[in-house]
């Protein structure tokens, strides 16, 4: 598994979420998960303007091997998504950590990401799954 950067926290369906200013929080798949779905050819994001809930499916990526819910690692509005996976989703499997982030929500609370996980936990956790 790739590193994984410190900065993030992790849900344990593999969604990452990165604290910004303004209480922004940028959400994309772990590079674990990218690499479990295989090549990706189809992304379904959210809306700007939605309203999510955490844990609430967001978002859906389709590989060639199977589709996958995404689910919202803190409730908020969405601010942004990553018009370009439209034309290239596999951007998320080359670059999950950086250009293949999902969408922007404005937490409406950012202490929600406290119940997440860190990443040496993330870590532990995808290593548990594997044995």
Excluded: C
Excluded at 4 to 28: C, N, Q, T, Y
């Amino acid at each position: 598994m790739s590193d994984i950067p410190g900065d993030l926290k992790f849900m344990r369906s593999h969604e990452w979420a990165r604290l910004e200013d303004g209480g922004r929080v940028v959400v994309g798949v772990s590079d674990h998960a990218q690499d479990q779905l295989g090549d990706l050819v189809y992304v379904e994001l959210p809306n700007v303007g939605d309203h999510l809930d955490q844990g609430a499916s967001s978002a859906v990526l389709e590989s060639v091997k199977a589709a996958s819910d995404i689910y919202a690692p803190v409730s908020g509005t969405v601010l942004e998504i990553n018009d370009a996976l439209n034309d290239a989703p596999d951007t998320i499997n080359r670059d999950a950590w950086g250009e293949g982030w999902l969408f922007v929500i404005k937490a409406d609370d950012a202490s929600q990401l406290d119940g997440l996980l860190s990443p040496d936990d993330y870590a532990a956790h995808v290593e548990s799954d594997e044995h």
